[in-house]
Protein backbone atom coordinates (compact mmCIF):
# COMPACT_ATOMS: atom_id res chain seq x y z
CA UNK A 1 0.00 0.00 0.00
CA UNK A 2 1.40 3.58 -1.01
CA UNK A 3 -0.76 5.47 1.16
CA UNK A 4 0.31 6.34 4.63
CA UNK A 5 -1.91 5.17 7.04
CA UNK A 6 -1.54 7.29 9.86
CA UNK A 7 -0.46 11.08 10.13
CA UNK A 8 2.49 11.77 13.02
CA UNK A 9 0.37 14.80 13.99
CA UNK A 10 -2.98 12.93 14.97
CA UNK A 11 -2.78 11.98 18.83
CA UNK A 12 -5.20 8.79 18.87
CA UNK A 13 -4.78 7.96 23.02
CA UNK A 14 -6.97 6.20 25.68
CA UNK A 15 -6.53 6.85 29.29
CA UNK A 16 -7.64 6.77 32.39
CA UNK A 17 -7.17 10.01 34.21
CA UNK A 18 -7.45 10.38 38.35
CA UNK A 19 -9.66 13.42 38.67
CA UNK A 20 -9.13 16.05 41.67
CA UNK A 21 -11.94 17.27 44.19
CA UNK A 22 -14.06 20.38 43.40
CA UNK A 23 -13.23 20.33 39.91
CA UNK A 24 -15.67 19.80 37.37
CA UNK A 25 -14.94 17.19 34.53
CA UNK A 26 -15.03 19.74 31.84
CA UNK A 27 -12.40 21.88 34.02
CA UNK A 28 -10.16 18.98 34.14
CA UNK A 29 -10.39 17.71 30.82
CA UNK A 30 -8.66 21.31 29.95
CA UNK A 31 -5.99 20.50 32.08
CA UNK A 32 -5.50 17.18 30.28
CA UNK A 33 -5.54 18.56 27.14
CA UNK A 34 -3.24 21.34 27.83
CA UNK A 35 -0.84 18.25 29.08
CA UNK A 36 -1.05 16.39 25.76
CA UNK A 37 -0.90 19.12 23.80
CA UNK A 38 -4.32 18.12 22.16
CA UNK A 39 -7.69 20.42 21.38
CA UNK A 40 -9.29 16.68 20.52
CA UNK A 41 -10.43 14.80 23.57
CA UNK A 42 -13.94 13.80 25.24
CA UNK A 43 -14.51 12.01 28.46
CA UNK A 44 -17.19 9.35 29.16
CA UNK A 45 -19.05 9.70 32.63
CA UNK A 46 -19.21 12.91 34.09
CA UNK A 47 -17.70 13.25 37.93
CA UNK A 48 -19.77 15.60 39.99
CA UNK A 49 -17.26 18.27 40.59
CA UNK A 50 -17.15 17.05 44.71
CA UNK A 51 -16.35 13.48 43.56
CA UNK A 52 -12.68 12.22 42.38
CA UNK A 53 -11.72 9.31 40.61
CA UNK A 54 -11.51 7.21 37.31
CA UNK A 55 -12.19 9.23 33.72
CA UNK A 56 -12.02 7.49 30.61
CA UNK A 57 -10.26 10.18 28.37
CA UNK A 58 -9.94 9.63 24.73
CA UNK A 59 -7.95 11.72 22.18
CA UNK A 60 -8.57 12.10 18.48
CA UNK A 61 -10.28 9.15 16.83
CA UNK A 62 -10.63 7.20 20.06
CA UNK A 63 -13.10 10.03 21.16
CA UNK A 64 -15.96 8.58 18.84
CA UNK A 65 -15.73 5.08 20.78
CA UNK A 66 -16.77 5.70 24.15
CA UNK A 67 -20.51 4.04 23.48
CA UNK A 68 -18.56 1.34 22.18
CA UNK A 69 -16.14 0.28 25.29
CA UNK A 70 -17.03 -2.18 28.23
CA UNK A 71 -17.96 1.01 31.22
CA UNK A 72 -19.79 -1.14 33.12
CA UNK A 73 -20.62 -2.13 35.97
CA UNK A 74 -18.87 0.76 37.92
CA UNK A 75 -17.53 0.72 41.69
CA UNK A 76 -17.45 3.81 44.41
CA UNK A 77 -16.15 4.37 47.39
CA UNK A 78 -18.16 6.57 49.67
CA UNK A 79 -19.01 8.35 52.81
CA UNK A 80 -21.96 9.57 53.92
CA UNK A 81 -22.04 12.63 56.58
CA UNK A 82 -24.97 12.03 59.40
CA UNK A 83 -26.46 14.88 60.68
CA UNK A 84 -25.82 17.45 57.49
CA UNK A 85 -28.57 18.42 54.71
CA UNK A 86 -27.46 19.30 51.38
CA UNK A 87 -29.59 20.83 48.52
CA UNK A 88 -27.01 18.81 45.80
CA UNK A 89 -26.97 15.76 48.59
CA UNK A 90 -23.42 16.36 48.57
CA UNK A 91 -21.44 18.85 50.64
CA UNK A 92 -21.84 21.58 47.41
CA UNK A 93 -24.91 23.02 48.81
CA UNK A 94 -24.97 22.49 52.59
CA UNK A 95 -27.84 24.14 53.93
CA UNK A 96 -27.73 22.39 57.76
CA UNK A 97 -25.92 20.70 60.08
CA UNK A 98 -27.16 18.63 63.22
CA UNK A 99 -25.93 15.89 65.61
CA UNK A 100 -26.93 13.14 64.90
CA UNK A 101 -27.54 10.10 67.38
CA UNK A 102 -24.85 7.15 67.36
CA UNK A 103 -26.22 4.40 65.67
CA UNK A 104 -25.09 0.87 66.15
CA UNK A 105 -22.41 -0.22 63.68
CA UNK A 106 -23.69 -4.18 62.85
CA UNK A 107 -27.26 -2.42 61.75
CA UNK A 108 -25.77 -0.33 59.83
CA UNK A 109 -24.16 -2.76 58.03
CA UNK A 110 -27.30 -5.13 58.12
CA UNK A 111 -28.93 -1.92 56.22
CA UNK A 112 -26.33 -1.55 53.65
CA UNK A 113 -25.62 -4.49 53.01
CA UNK A 114 -29.46 -5.81 52.13
CA UNK A 115 -29.81 -3.42 49.40
CA UNK A 116 -28.19 -5.62 46.64
CA UNK A 117 -29.99 -5.84 43.73
CA UNK A 118 -32.59 -3.87 41.95
CA UNK A 119 -33.35 -0.48 44.04
CA UNK A 120 -35.84 2.20 43.41
CA UNK A 121 -34.79 5.75 43.71
CA UNK A 122 -35.29 9.53 42.37
CA UNK A 123 -32.39 11.28 40.96
CA UNK A 124 -30.93 14.09 42.29
CA UNK A 125 -32.10 17.51 41.64
CA UNK A 126 -28.82 18.68 40.84
CA UNK A 127 -27.90 15.84 38.08
CA UNK A 128 -27.29 16.00 34.37
CA UNK A 129 -30.53 14.35 33.50
CA UNK A 130 -32.56 16.40 31.18
CA UNK A 131 -36.03 18.19 32.15
CA UNK A 132 -37.94 20.13 29.19
CA UNK A 133 -34.71 19.79 27.01
CA UNK A 134 -32.13 21.61 30.17
CA UNK A 135 -30.18 19.49 32.65
CA UNK A 136 -31.75 19.22 35.34
CA UNK A 137 -28.87 20.91 37.59
CA UNK A 138 -28.85 24.18 35.14
CA UNK A 139 -32.74 24.45 36.61
CA UNK A 140 -31.70 23.73 40.42
CA UNK A 141 -29.06 26.46 40.17
CA UNK A 142 -31.67 28.84 38.95
CA UNK A 143 -34.54 28.31 41.68
CA UNK A 144 -36.44 26.36 39.25
CA UNK A 145 -37.99 23.67 41.01
CA UNK A 146 -37.52 20.42 39.23
CA UNK A 147 -39.43 17.27 39.18
CA UNK A 148 -37.56 13.95 38.48
CA UNK A 149 -39.30 10.51 37.92
CA UNK A 150 -38.26 7.50 39.92
CA UNK A 151 -35.77 5.36 38.66
CA UNK A 152 -34.06 1.58 39.17
CA UNK A 153 -30.68 1.27 39.52
CA UNK A 154 -29.04 -2.30 39.90
CA UNK A 155 -26.54 -2.83 42.97
CA UNK A 156 -24.26 -5.62 41.93
CA UNK A 157 -22.39 -5.75 44.96
CA UNK A 158 -22.50 -3.35 47.96
CA UNK A 159 -20.53 -4.06 51.72
CA UNK A 160 -19.92 -1.63 54.33
CA UNK A 161 -16.35 -0.01 55.20
CA UNK A 162 -16.43 1.69 58.19
CA UNK A 163 -18.42 3.90 60.38
CA UNK A 164 -16.59 6.66 62.39
CA UNK A 165 -19.38 8.75 63.86
CA UNK A 166 -20.89 10.97 62.00
CA UNK A 167 -19.45 9.28 59.16
CA UNK A 168 -19.96 5.69 57.58
CA UNK A 169 -17.84 4.65 54.58
CA UNK A 170 -19.10 2.07 52.00
CA UNK A 171 -18.47 0.90 48.46
CA UNK A 172 -20.87 0.15 45.90
CA UNK A 173 -20.75 -1.64 42.51
CA UNK A 174 -23.80 -0.28 40.23
CA UNK A 175 -25.69 0.00 36.81
CA UNK A 176 -25.06 2.49 34.52
CA UNK A 177 -26.82 5.62 35.14
CA UNK A 178 -27.11 5.09 39.10
CA UNK A 179 -26.68 7.91 41.52
CA UNK A 180 -24.73 6.96 44.81
CA UNK A 181 -25.99 10.41 46.18
CA UNK A 182 -29.45 8.85 45.95
CA UNK A 183 -28.27 5.71 47.72
CA UNK A 184 -26.77 7.36 50.24
CA UNK A 185 -30.21 8.94 50.92
CA UNK A 186 -31.62 5.33 50.99
CA UNK A 187 -29.27 4.63 53.42
CA UNK A 188 -29.53 7.58 55.57
CA UNK A 189 -33.86 7.28 55.16
CA UNK A 190 -33.50 3.52 56.47
CA UNK A 191 -31.13 4.33 59.70
CA UNK A 192 -33.86 6.90 60.79
CA UNK A 193 -31.72 9.43 60.07
CA UNK A 194 -30.31 12.58 57.51
CA UNK A 195 -27.07 13.12 55.71
CA UNK A 196 -25.40 13.62 52.72
CA UNK A 197 -22.21 12.65 50.74
CA UNK A 198 -19.23 14.20 52.49
CA UNK A 199 -16.55 12.01 49.59
CA UNK A 200 -17.33 10.06 46.65
CA UNK A 201 -14.97 8.45 44.71
CA UNK A 202 -14.85 6.26 41.29
CA UNK A 203 -12.88 3.83 41.80
CA UNK A 204 -13.40 1.74 38.33
CA UNK A 205 -15.74 1.76 35.25
CA UNK A 206 -15.85 -1.70 34.28
CA UNK A 207 -12.60 -2.52 32.27
CA UNK A 208 -11.12 0.63 33.41
CA UNK A 209 -9.18 1.62 36.14
CA UNK A 210 -6.61 4.48 36.76
CA UNK A 211 -3.05 3.26 36.38
CA UNK A 212 -0.91 6.51 36.16
CA UNK A 213 -2.61 7.44 33.08
CA UNK A 214 -1.08 4.09 31.21
CA UNK A 215 -1.70 4.00 27.06
CA UNK A 216 -4.57 1.70 26.82
CA UNK A 217 -5.04 -0.31 23.55
CA UNK A 218 -8.65 -0.13 22.59
CA UNK A 219 -8.99 -2.70 21.29
CA UNK A 220 -8.99 -4.50 24.65
CA UNK A 221 -11.84 -2.23 25.76
CA UNK A 222 -14.11 -2.50 22.80
CA UNK A 223 -17.20 -4.71 23.72
CA UNK A 224 -17.91 -5.54 19.92
CA UNK A 225 -18.09 -8.70 18.74
CA UNK A 226 -14.79 -9.10 16.19
CA UNK A 227 -16.05 -10.35 12.21
CA UNK A 228 -13.10 -11.43 9.50
CA UNK A 229 -13.20 -9.58 6.21
CA UNK A 230 -12.35 -11.73 2.90
CA UNK A 231 -11.37 -8.48 1.09
CA UNK A 232 -8.55 -6.19 0.59
CA UNK A 233 -7.30 -4.03 2.91
CA UNK A 234 -7.77 -0.73 0.81
CA UNK A 235 -11.03 -1.32 0.02
CA UNK A 236 -11.81 -0.66 3.75
CA UNK A 237 -9.07 1.91 3.92
CA UNK A 238 -11.18 3.87 1.04
CA UNK A 239 -14.16 3.54 2.80
CA UNK A 240 -15.71 2.03 -0.39
CA UNK A 241 -19.02 -0.52 0.06
CA UNK A 242 -18.62 -3.49 1.37
CA UNK A 243 -20.16 -6.26 -0.08
CA UNK A 244 -21.85 -8.98 2.77
CA UNK A 245 -20.24 -12.07 0.85
CA UNK A 246 -16.65 -10.58 1.99
CA UNK A 247 -17.61 -10.97 5.64
CA UNK A 248 -17.60 -14.51 7.24
CA UNK A 249 -20.23 -13.66 10.06
CA UNK A 250 -23.47 -11.98 8.01
CA UNK A 251 -25.94 -12.23 11.03
CA UNK A 252 -27.41 -8.67 11.75
CA UNK A 253 -25.52 -6.82 14.34
CA UNK A 254 -22.33 -4.85 14.61
CA UNK A 255 -19.04 -5.91 14.45
CA UNK A 256 -15.33 -5.17 14.85
CA UNK A 257 -12.68 -5.22 11.70
CA UNK A 258 -9.20 -5.08 12.37
CA UNK A 259 -6.07 -4.37 10.59
CA UNK A 260 -2.62 -4.28 11.72
CA UNK A 261 -2.59 -0.50 12.25
CA UNK A 262 -6.33 0.48 11.55
CA UNK A 263 -9.98 -0.85 12.65
CA UNK A 264 -12.97 -0.32 11.55
CA UNK A 265 -17.10 -0.90 13.36
CA UNK A 266 -19.59 -1.61 11.00
CA UNK A 267 -22.90 -2.64 11.25
CA UNK A 268 -24.99 -5.57 9.49
CA UNK A 269 -28.77 -4.76 8.85
CA UNK A 270 -31.11 -5.84 6.35
CA UNK A 271 -28.06 -7.93 4.27
CA UNK A 272 -26.37 -4.81 3.87
CA UNK A 273 -23.35 -3.23 5.53
CA UNK A 274 -22.51 0.40 6.16
CA UNK A 275 -19.59 2.38 8.62
CA UNK A 276 -20.43 3.28 11.97
CA UNK A 277 -16.57 4.22 12.01
CA UNK A 278 -14.40 3.74 9.33
CA UNK A 279 -10.35 3.50 9.73
CA UNK A 280 -9.46 3.97 13.18
CA UNK A 281 -5.74 4.23 13.32
CA UNK A 282 -3.76 2.08 15.83
Not at 23 to 37: A, E, F, P, T, W
Not at 152 to 168: A, D, L, R, T, W
Not at 247 to 262: A, M, N, P, S, T
Request: proline share 2%; glycine share 6%.
Amino acid sequence: MQKRLYDKKQLNKLVVVNKPMYMSSNSYLGRVKRKYKSKKAGFSGTLDPFACGCLIVAFGQYSKLFKYLKKTPKSYRAVLWLGTTSDSLDIENIIDIQDEKVLDKNEIEKCIESLKGDVTYIPPKYCAKKVDGMRAYELARNGVEVELKESVMNIQEIKFIGYSHPFITFEATVSEGSYIRSLAQIIAKNLGAVGTLSYLERIHEGDFFYENEKDLNPLDFLDIKENVYTGTKEWLYDGKKIDINYLEHKEQGQYLIVFDDFFSIIEISNNKVKYLLNKVLL
